[in-house]
């Protein structure tokens, strides 16, 4: 609980180390699902160009991390190189995806 805590007070810091650090949270495949969502979360409202790094998300291994990602990008303006990687994907997806994951990406 106090992992969490902390993760949601640095979401709160627009800064590149706050964003670095939430990064490392979320690729980091030895936090628990619940954190590492939260971290990607916290991505969403950070001003550092991460646009890539939440595409790579899209593929995690945990669906709360995927859902998050999506849920991240929805509030990105993508290059047209990030529009066909996430339109690639969408369209692998299972239908219906039971993780939600593809009503994000829609």
Request: net charge neutral; aromatic share 0%; hydrophobic share 50%.
């Amino acid at each position: 609980a106090l992992r969490l805590e902390a993760v949601r007070t640095v979401t709160r810091i627009s800064a590149p180390e706050a964003a670095r650090l939430l990064l490392r949270l979320a690729t980091d495949p030895a936090n628990p699902a619940n954190l590492r969502a939260e971290a990607v979360f916290g991505l969403a409202s950070q001003t550092e160009d991460l646009t890539a790094a939440l595409i790579g998300l899209l593929e995690d291994q945990d669906a709360a991390v995927r859902v998050e990602a999506a849920r991240a990008l929805r509030s990105k303006s993508l290059a047209p190189a990030h529009l066909a990687a996430l339109r690639t994907l969408h369209a692998r997806l299972p239908d219906p995806d039971p993780t939600g994951l593809d009503q994000q990406l829609a």
